[in-house]
């Protein structure tokens, strides 16, 4: 497996052409100030040098496709191929964003009805798709809050509370909407300390972003409690949905006391992950929110379907993209959710716990140690690795390249930052026990390595296209784009 | 049970090794009063047969007509190979390439995609792409305040020619961090900004944004603006068709010392309409202003043997590690619209997407000669243009006649008086429109005749 992969640009031959992609066209009749005066310097490659260059690119990849994927937090499961195939049908590809509703009444009831199954999943009382991403969903949600706030008039509100095991986005997040994030400590058991909630709630408090399951993956017991806290002293609740697999379909977060939630389309509702994006992040928010949802959002009226804009949301707090979302995405979750329905959404969070406290029983039956031993395990769950760091040598990062070389994904490594060298383990509903127990036999088999040759460990992967990768190079040595010489600068 | 492999002898021997009794005591730690919601409201699952048939009655109630609309999303021809390469399953469902080791294939694609985005644009670096083109110029501005300290100003200087809904998404993502935008009035003549009119009094700020084409088709004087803003220590942020780029001078290239960020809607680099998304926001800066910039990041390493390879590089910008203090709380890219545009551009080439773009351009200009021909109409403005123009109607209503050429198929461009009503009520009773490559001598012909019937009903 192991072979050099070079550049598309060091197979560039200079006047290879693939003429069948691009018209013959005059030259323009512009003014030369304006003009460009060479083409840029992209590949001259042939269409079938491209073709094999990018499919034995993508042969350097693990995916769900081809490897079991337990990366906590992030719910990689199947990405059934309906969703894929329905959503790229020519006529929706085909169509203009800006063209009239009209030509866009069968994507728009798909919407429509996503809209609502969302709406009664999450326990909400008006959803919007627009958010691009659950980052940005975050975004549209603390924005909400803030104006919400701004319109009581209420503008000594300047804080928002995060949880220490929150995801870094949280934060980062509340400062981009002119918040100051205070962090909330969690207690040994992992749920939020409510002694430290209590004292840091008070008229400065614009909201509570909460994550539950908690990315401790457990799931937080006195969440009526620490709404009502957030609640008596004038803040509102944010559901981060990162988590919302653990859940879905058997507890909504409405019923929890939340007032906005995002979801992560790419995570519960199984649209693929691409690599990185594209995902969705549709928010859903109560009553006391509704006025500012992002638009556009559609309505369905007696005429047909449209879409909601300025005139019909004065208050909303804007757009979020120049169009108004990631449609293909949105159409690939209403696929799914029709394929599962009301039964199989409840049953998603069902197996995909299932799963988990498997294999926590299993791993810790074979003397792995779990960072909440009292706890049941949610949708996912963490061991800790400190004592292999401490004894043997061999780290949480260790481990995770080994497994690469089992041909396993590793599961997500130092995250969160509250566990010393742990491993958090999502398996999802969609892997069988066979793959569960393959698992189990690789940690085991990694564990007595580390015992016998920890060197072997430690300088994972073996069998991939690359060794272990020197990051810190990469960071001094910044080699960002291509270039034709060997000598680059710095 | 949809996806779910679970055999119920399993079920039995994964329970009996949890010590449960039955899943449901599994979500025991959950108390019961918040259990037992009411999911009627949501349909029974369907098969995928069933579902199959309602998808395909949806899709074929959305007839697409002629498009002849822009606006910020165009229709270009995108070769096979793109998204049967793209959705292979190795791209399609893998994740973030945080285990570098596993997954090569995705960094160094990401790795030749900010080589090229780097030359189209004519900038030393390229981000890893962000999620459109609107909220790519959002973090433009975000990341312009952040690099010019020295200007000691929030204010960004944005000019009415940028696309109006870019400005929106600029307003939503940035308006709680005390920036502002100061909107710059164009040349009601031209369709673009006089620079000219540029004054001291505009000043401080931090940046100019300069849109090219702007929003209207229109060419901007890109390097007068770009030594104005520069000379009273602006930096420049350039807003631009990728595809145009390979005809046009490209932002590195701009005045004496060239913009000092590019960004934009990637949609055109193989990316279909899509009625909106999901599209690619690409940026690229100067190596002075990296470490400012938001998203992934890509570069070359070494591994253990001294072998090529590649990882997620300057991470330090990034929330994960750096929370409340990021440079954004961005934590994705558009990975598979980049697959799509990586390749894209690998087969065209560079001297292919110069043809596309000129041919786009030459269609524009067939279109225009056609129309104006027309007794009432006219194009608004007088300035050079890429592939989209402004015409203006001497009577007819602008909405009244996209009815009219939408009754014969015809999507006929983009009615401009609801963006620009209140400041510019010139703009009253115009059109927009745009013919890129994919429209014919016999489409141009179509249009024509009947916008000639429209305006005579």
Not at chain 1, 134 to 154: L, P, V
């Amino acid at each position: 497996m192991k072979h050099d992969s070079p550049s598309i640009f060091e197979q560039s031959r200079a006047g290879r052409r693939n003429p069948a992609h691009s018209p013959r066209a005059p030259d323009p009749d512009l003014p030369p100030e304006y003009l460009r005066r060479e083409a840029p310097a992209l590949p001259q490659v042939s269409e079938l040098q491209v073709v094999r260059h990018y499919t034995r690119l993508s042969q350097r990849n693990f995916a769900i496709d081809t490897q079991f994927y337990p990366l906590g937090s992030c719910t990689m499961k199947y990405n059934p191929r309906a969703c894929n195939t329905l959503a790229m049908q020519p006529s929706f590809l085909a169509r203009h964003p800006l063209a009239p509703a009209a030509t866009g009444q069968g994507l728009l009831a798909c919407l429509y009805e996503l809209q609502e199954i969302l709406k009664t999943v999450t326990g909400m009382q008006g959803v919007s798709l627009a958010p691009m991403a659950g980052a940005q969903g975050e975004f549209a949600g603390i924005a909400m809050i803030r104006a919400y706030h701004d319109a009581r008039g209420d503008h000594d509100r300047r804080e928002i509370l995060v949880p220490d095991a929150a995801h870094g986005t949280n934060p980062a997040t509340a400062v981009m909407c002119g918040y100051v994030a205070r962090e909330i400590p969690t207690d040994s058991q992992g749920d939020v300390d409510l002694a430290a909630l209590r004292a840091a709630v008070g008229p400065q408090t614009a909201g509570l972003m909460l994550t539950n399951p908690s990315t401790l993956g457990v799931f937080e017991r006195r969440i009526t409690e620490i709404a009502r806290i957030v609640h008596e002293a004038g803040g509102l609740l944010y559901y981060d949905g990162a988590n919302l697999n653990a859940i879905l379909g058997k507890v909504r977060p409405g019923d929890m006391g939340f007032d906005v939630i995002h979801l992560n389309l790419h995570k519960t509702f199984s649209t693929p992950h691409g690599g990185g994006g594209p995902g969705a992040g549709p928010v859903g928010v109560g009553e006391r929110l509704l006025p500012y949802l992002p638009i556009p959002i559609v309505a369905k009226e007696e005429q047909g379907y449209r879409w909601l804009e300025e005139a019909d949301c004065p208050q909303s707090i804007g757009r979020l993209s120049a169009f108004g979302g990631n449609m293909g995405v949105l159409l690939r979750a209403y696929v799914y959710a029709r394929l599962l329905g009301r039964e199989g959404m409840g049953r998603v969070a069902e197996y995909a716990t299932l799963n988990a406290n498997y294999l926590l029983a299993r791993l810790r039956a074979a003397g792995f140690e779990p960072a909440f031993p009292e706890r049941r395990a949610t949708h996912e769950f963490i061991i800790t690795l400190k004592r292999q760091a401490k004894e043997l040598g061999v780290n949480a990062m260790d481990f995770a390249k080994r497994l690469l070389d089992h041909g396993l994904h590793a599961p997500t490594t130092y995250f969160p930052l509250l566990v010393p060298e742990c491993f958090l383990i999502e398996p999802t509903e969609t892997e069988d026990k066979d793959t569960l127990d393959a698992f189990v036999a690789a940690m085991s088999a990694i564990q007595r390595e580390a015992e016998t040759s920890p060197e072997v460990v430690k300088t994972a992967p073996h069998t991939l296209p690359v060794r272990r990768l020197d990051d810190v190079r990469a960071a001094r040595e910044l080699d960002l784009v291509w270039e034709e010489t060997a000598e680059k600068r710095e | 049970m949809p996806f779910i492999p679970h055999t119920e002898e399993e079920v039995r021997e994964m329970l009996a090794a949890i010590g449960a009794d039955s899943i449901e005591a599994l979500f025991d730690e959950i108390p019961a009063e918040l259990r037992g919601a009411d999911l009627s409201a949501i349909p029974e699952g369907i098969g995928e047969g069933e579902l199959a048939r309602l998808m395909r009655a949806r899709a074929a109630a959305d007839h697409q007509p002629l498009c002849f609309l822009g606006a910020g999303a165009y229709e270009h021809h995108i070769p096979a190979a793109v998204w049967e390469i793209t959705t292979r399953g190795e791209y399609y469902t893998a994740y973030t390439p945080y285990q570098a080791e596993a997954s090569q294939g995705t960094l160094q694609l990401l790795y030749e995609y900010q080589t090229m985005m780097a030359r189209l644009m004519a900038m030393e670096v390229s981000n890893a792409s962000l999620y459109d083109g609107a909220s790519a110029l959002a973090e433009a501005v975000l990341m312009a305040v952040r690099a010019n300290r020295k200007a000691k100003s929030k204010r960004i200087l944005m000019p009415d020619t940028v696309h109006p809904r870019y400005g929106q998404v600029v307003e939503t993502i940035v308006r709680h961090q005390g920036i502002t935008l100061e909107p710059l009035r164009f040349d009601p003549t031209t369709g673009r900004l006089d620079p000219a009119a540029l004054s001291e009094a505009l000043l401080p700020a931090a940046a100019l944004v300069i849109p090219q084409p702007n929003f209207f088709g229109c060419l901007e004087a890109v390097d007068a603006l770009t030594d104005w803003a520069q000379a009273h220590g602006l930096l420049v942020i350039a807003v631009v068709n990728p595809l145009a780029m390979a005809l046009l001078k490209p932002p590195g290239q701009w005045g004496r010392e060239g913009a000092d960020i590019a960004c934009g809607e990637g949609q055109p680099l193989g990316v279909p309409l899509a009625s909106g998304g999901p599209y690619f926001g690409f940026m690229c800066c100067r190596r002075a202003h990296m470490r400012q910039m938001p998203g992934r990041i890509v570069g070359r390493t070494v591994d253990l043997d001294g072998r090529t390879g590649y990882t997620l590089t300057l991470q330090a910008r990034e929330q994960h590690i750096r929370r409340s203090k990021a440079t954004s709380n961005i934590c994705t890219n558009q990975g598979l619209m980049v697959t799509a545009a990586t390749i894209h551009m690998a087969l065209l080439g560079g001297e292919g997407l110069r043809r596309t773009a000129a041919a786009c351009h030459a269609n524009t200009r067939a279109l225009l000669e056609r129309l104006q021909a027309i007794e009432g109409v006219s194009p608004a403005f007088t300035a050079p243009f890429f592939h989209e123009v402004v015409l203006r109607l001497q009577r007819g209503s602008a909405a009244g006649v996209l009815e009219h050429l939408l009754e014969d198929d015809i999507l006929g461009g983009l009615a401009l008086s609801p963006f620009y009503a209140e400041r510019y009520p010139e703009l009253d009773q115009t059109l927009l429109v745009c013919a890129t490559e994919t429209r014919t001598a016999a489409d141009l012909d179509h249009y024509a005749a009947s916008l000639r019937r429209a305006l005579q009903s």
